[in-house]
Protein backbone atom coordinates (compact mmCIF):
# COMPACT_ATOMS: atom_id res chain seq x y z
CA UNK A 1 0.00 0.00 0.00
CA UNK A 2 0.94 3.39 -0.92
CA UNK A 3 2.13 5.53 2.32
CA UNK A 4 0.29 9.02 2.99
CA UNK A 5 2.07 12.12 1.43
CA UNK A 6 2.20 15.20 3.41
CA UNK A 7 1.66 17.91 0.59
CA UNK A 8 1.60 21.21 3.70
CA UNK A 9 2.12 21.62 7.63
CA UNK A 10 0.60 24.23 9.60
CA UNK A 11 1.19 24.99 13.15
CA UNK A 12 -1.06 27.01 14.89
CA UNK A 13 0.25 28.51 17.87
CA UNK A 14 -2.14 29.75 20.70
CA UNK A 15 -1.28 32.51 23.53
CA UNK A 16 -4.14 32.56 26.62
CA UNK A 17 -5.27 35.88 27.06
CA UNK A 18 -5.93 36.50 30.57
CA UNK A 19 -6.66 39.91 31.40
CA UNK A 20 -8.00 43.11 29.19
CA UNK A 21 -7.84 46.58 30.53
CA UNK A 22 -8.18 50.38 29.14
CA UNK A 23 -4.12 51.53 28.33
CA UNK A 24 -2.61 54.50 26.41
CA UNK A 25 -1.37 51.92 23.48
CA UNK A 26 -2.89 48.99 22.00
CA UNK A 27 0.02 46.38 23.10
CA UNK A 28 -0.45 42.68 23.85
CA UNK A 29 2.27 40.62 25.25
CA UNK A 30 2.93 36.55 25.46
CA UNK A 31 2.41 36.60 28.88
CA UNK A 32 -1.20 36.92 28.93
CA UNK A 33 -1.56 40.62 28.79
CA UNK A 34 -4.31 42.94 26.51
CA UNK A 35 -4.20 46.70 26.78
CA UNK A 36 -6.76 48.91 24.25
CA UNK A 37 -6.38 52.29 23.37
CA UNK A 38 -9.05 54.79 21.91
CA UNK A 39 -5.96 56.55 20.22
CA UNK A 40 -6.31 55.14 16.31
CA UNK A 41 -9.81 56.36 16.24
CA UNK A 42 -9.47 59.99 15.53
CA UNK A 43 -7.11 58.19 12.38
CA UNK A 44 -9.77 55.78 11.47
CA UNK A 45 -12.06 58.52 11.58
CA UNK A 46 -10.58 61.08 9.67
CA UNK A 47 -10.00 58.09 6.68
CA UNK A 48 -14.05 57.53 6.54
CA UNK A 49 -14.96 60.60 7.43
CA UNK A 50 -17.16 60.31 3.83
CA UNK A 51 -19.31 56.96 5.49
CA UNK A 52 -18.41 56.90 9.44
CA UNK A 53 -19.87 59.52 12.05
CA UNK A 54 -18.12 57.58 15.17
CA UNK A 55 -16.42 54.81 16.21
CA UNK A 56 -17.24 53.47 19.77
CA UNK A 57 -14.66 50.86 21.58
CA UNK A 58 -15.80 48.92 24.79
CA UNK A 59 -14.26 46.16 26.52
CA UNK A 60 -16.93 44.11 27.50
CA UNK A 61 -16.24 41.01 30.27
CA UNK A 62 -17.19 37.71 30.81
CA UNK A 63 -20.92 38.10 32.42
CA UNK A 64 -21.01 41.13 31.49
CA UNK A 65 -23.55 40.67 28.89
CA UNK A 66 -26.81 42.39 29.78
CA UNK A 67 -26.21 45.36 27.59
CA UNK A 68 -27.65 46.78 24.20
CA UNK A 69 -25.71 45.58 21.45
CA UNK A 70 -26.04 47.27 18.16
CA UNK A 71 -26.98 44.34 15.10
CA UNK A 72 -23.67 41.87 15.28
CA UNK A 73 -21.42 42.59 11.52
CA UNK A 74 -19.09 40.28 12.47
CA UNK A 75 -17.27 38.07 15.37
CA UNK A 76 -13.67 38.13 14.51
CA UNK A 77 -10.45 35.98 16.19
CA UNK A 78 -7.31 38.00 16.37
CA UNK A 79 -4.65 35.81 14.93
CA UNK A 80 -1.92 36.43 12.77
CA UNK A 81 0.97 34.56 10.26
CA UNK A 82 4.86 34.31 11.50
CA UNK A 83 5.92 32.34 9.10
CA UNK A 84 4.88 30.93 5.57
CA UNK A 85 1.15 32.04 3.82
CA UNK A 86 -2.31 30.96 4.68
CA UNK A 87 -2.53 27.84 5.30
CA UNK A 88 1.13 26.96 6.09
CA UNK A 89 3.88 27.61 8.25
CA UNK A 90 2.83 28.74 11.67
CA UNK A 91 0.27 30.75 12.90
CA UNK A 92 -0.22 32.79 16.19
CA UNK A 93 -3.48 33.08 17.59
CA UNK A 94 -5.25 34.66 21.10
CA UNK A 95 -7.50 32.97 22.74
CA UNK A 96 -9.71 34.15 25.22
CA UNK A 97 -10.47 37.05 23.64
CA UNK A 98 -12.66 38.17 20.27
CA UNK A 99 -13.39 41.45 18.74
CA UNK A 100 -17.16 42.52 17.92
CA UNK A 101 -18.40 44.80 14.95
CA UNK A 102 -21.91 46.03 15.52
CA UNK A 103 -23.23 48.76 13.30
CA UNK A 104 -26.02 51.41 13.12
CA UNK A 105 -26.48 54.61 10.88
CA UNK A 106 -27.51 58.28 12.38
CA UNK A 107 -31.24 57.51 11.36
CA UNK A 108 -31.26 54.45 13.69
CA UNK A 109 -31.17 52.04 10.92
CA UNK A 110 -29.59 48.96 12.19
CA UNK A 111 -26.94 47.40 9.43
CA UNK A 112 -28.23 44.29 8.08
CA UNK A 113 -29.51 42.57 5.15
CA UNK A 114 -32.09 39.85 6.06
CA UNK A 115 -32.52 39.96 9.64
CA UNK A 116 -30.79 42.50 12.37
CA UNK A 117 -29.84 41.62 15.52
CA UNK A 118 -29.67 44.61 17.90
CA UNK A 119 -31.03 44.26 21.34
CA UNK A 120 -29.64 42.53 24.69
CA UNK A 121 -26.68 40.78 24.19
CA UNK A 122 -27.04 38.19 26.16
CA UNK A 123 -30.21 37.35 24.09
CA UNK A 124 -28.30 37.86 20.70
CA UNK A 125 -25.00 36.01 21.26
CA UNK A 126 -24.80 32.40 21.64
CA UNK A 127 -22.18 32.19 23.66
CA UNK A 128 -19.64 28.50 23.35
CA UNK A 129 -20.32 27.79 19.69
CA UNK A 130 -18.77 27.73 16.65
CA UNK A 131 -17.08 30.58 15.78
CA UNK A 132 -18.66 32.58 18.89
CA UNK A 133 -16.78 33.85 21.95
CA UNK A 134 -16.75 31.34 24.78
CA UNK A 135 -18.49 32.37 27.93
CA UNK A 136 -15.27 33.36 29.88
CA UNK A 137 -13.52 35.38 26.75
CA UNK A 138 -13.34 39.03 27.10
CA UNK A 139 -15.13 40.79 23.99
CA UNK A 140 -13.71 43.77 22.57
CA UNK A 141 -16.89 45.57 20.86
CA UNK A 142 -15.99 47.93 17.87
CA UNK A 143 -19.22 49.68 17.10
CA UNK A 144 -19.63 51.84 13.47
CA UNK A 145 -22.05 54.87 13.66
CA UNK A 146 -22.69 55.62 10.13
CA UNK A 147 -23.44 58.16 8.15
CA UNK A 148 -27.36 58.59 7.21
CA UNK A 149 -28.04 55.35 4.51
CA UNK A 150 -24.41 54.41 4.65
CA UNK A 151 -25.06 51.36 7.15
CA UNK A 152 -27.18 49.60 3.55
CA UNK A 153 -24.36 50.12 1.45
CA UNK A 154 -21.43 47.47 0.07
CA UNK A 155 -18.90 49.74 -0.17
CA UNK A 156 -18.83 51.15 3.66
CA UNK A 157 -19.83 48.11 5.29
CA UNK A 158 -16.61 46.85 3.21
CA UNK A 159 -14.99 49.77 4.59
CA UNK A 160 -15.62 49.72 8.00
CA UNK A 161 -14.64 46.22 7.91
CA UNK A 162 -11.23 47.55 6.59
CA UNK A 163 -11.13 49.96 9.52
CA UNK A 164 -11.74 47.15 12.39
CA UNK A 165 -8.99 45.33 10.54
CA UNK A 166 -6.48 48.18 10.58
CA UNK A 167 -7.21 49.00 14.42
CA UNK A 168 -6.40 44.66 14.94
CA UNK A 169 -3.06 44.72 12.86
CA UNK A 170 -1.29 45.97 15.93
CA UNK A 171 -2.06 43.37 17.75
CA UNK A 172 -1.04 41.04 15.04
CA UNK A 173 2.40 42.91 14.70
CA UNK A 174 3.10 42.47 18.17
CA UNK A 175 2.02 38.77 17.95
CA UNK A 176 4.39 37.99 15.33
CA UNK A 177 7.11 38.74 17.83
CA UNK A 178 5.98 36.25 19.93
CA UNK A 179 8.50 33.32 21.01
CA UNK A 180 6.37 30.15 20.06
CA UNK A 181 7.83 28.46 23.02
CA UNK A 182 5.55 30.27 25.11
CA UNK A 183 2.39 29.70 23.67
CA UNK A 184 0.27 28.10 25.92
CA UNK A 185 -1.53 25.51 23.00
CA UNK A 186 0.49 24.20 19.98
CA UNK A 187 -1.93 22.14 17.35
CA UNK A 188 -0.47 20.58 13.88
CA UNK A 189 -2.04 19.80 10.89
CA UNK A 190 -1.14 18.28 7.38
CA UNK A 191 -2.91 18.28 4.30
CA UNK A 192 -2.71 14.88 3.71
CA UNK A 193 -2.41 12.66 0.18
CA UNK A 194 -3.70 9.20 1.08
CA UNK A 195 -3.24 7.14 -2.49
CA UNK A 196 -6.15 4.75 -3.15
CA UNK A 197 -8.30 6.26 -0.60
CA UNK A 198 -11.61 7.83 -1.38
CA UNK A 199 -11.12 12.01 -2.15
CA UNK A 200 -13.54 14.11 0.00
CA UNK A 201 -14.66 17.26 -0.49
CA UNK A 202 -16.55 19.28 2.07
CA UNK A 203 -18.78 21.71 -0.01
CA UNK A 204 -19.67 25.12 2.49
CA UNK A 205 -22.46 27.80 1.29
CA UNK A 206 -21.24 31.28 1.93
CA UNK A 207 -22.95 34.39 1.74
CA UNK A 208 -22.86 36.80 -1.55
CA UNK A 209 -25.80 39.24 -1.01
CA UNK A 210 -23.96 42.58 -1.02
CA UNK A 211 -23.95 45.21 2.30
CA UNK A 212 -22.55 43.15 5.48
CA UNK A 213 -23.77 40.27 3.96
CA UNK A 214 -20.36 39.39 2.12
CA UNK A 215 -17.82 37.15 2.31
CA UNK A 216 -14.08 37.53 1.55
CA UNK A 217 -11.37 34.86 1.04
CA UNK A 218 -7.21 34.97 0.47
CA UNK A 219 -6.96 37.74 3.00
CA UNK A 220 -3.21 39.22 4.02
CA UNK A 221 -3.88 37.73 7.44
CA UNK A 222 -6.11 34.94 9.02
CA UNK A 223 -9.87 36.08 9.38
CA UNK A 224 -9.06 39.36 7.72
CA UNK A 225 -10.72 41.18 4.68
CA UNK A 226 -7.55 43.22 3.92
CA UNK A 227 -6.08 42.16 1.02
CA UNK A 228 -9.44 40.00 0.43
CA UNK A 229 -11.40 38.55 -2.41
CA UNK A 230 -15.24 39.25 -1.99
CA UNK A 231 -17.04 36.40 -3.18
CA UNK A 232 -19.51 38.68 -5.24
CA UNK A 233 -16.52 40.03 -7.04
CA UNK A 234 -15.43 36.25 -8.12
CA UNK A 235 -19.19 35.77 -9.70
CA UNK A 236 -19.82 33.73 -6.72
CA UNK A 237 -18.74 30.98 -8.24
CA UNK A 238 -16.73 27.71 -6.43
CA UNK A 239 -13.69 28.40 -5.17
CA UNK A 240 -11.47 25.36 -3.74
CA UNK A 241 -9.59 25.70 -0.92
CA UNK A 242 -7.21 23.09 1.34
CA UNK A 243 -8.32 22.44 4.71
CA UNK A 244 -5.52 23.82 6.16
CA UNK A 245 -6.16 27.31 4.19
CA UNK A 246 -10.00 26.39 6.40
CA UNK A 247 -8.50 26.26 9.58
CA UNK A 248 -6.07 29.31 9.47
CA UNK A 249 -8.79 31.51 8.42
CA UNK A 250 -8.29 31.98 4.68
CA UNK A 251 -12.39 32.81 4.73
CA UNK A 252 -13.75 36.14 6.52
CA UNK A 253 -17.09 35.52 6.71
CA UNK A 254 -18.72 39.09 6.61
CA UNK A 255 -22.13 38.62 8.55
Known amino acids: MAQDINLRRLVIKSFHIDTVEWGDHNDVTADGKMTVSRELLDELMEENKDIIEKIDIQIIKPGDHDR ?12 TKVLGILGEGITHTLTGVYFMMTGVDVDGVQTYEFGSSEGNLKEKLFLDKAG ?11 DFLFKSH ?6 ACTRAHQACDKFMQ ?7 KFKGDLC ?3 STYYDTVRPGAKRVVIIKQVAGQGAMYDTHLFGKEPSSSEGGKS ?25
Open 184 to 186: THR
Open 170 to 176: TYRDKMK
Open 132 to 142: TPGTNDVIISF
Open 150 to 155: QGQERG
Open 68 to 79: WTNTIMDIIPVS
Open 231 to 255: IIDMGNMPVIVTPNEYRDGIIRSMQ
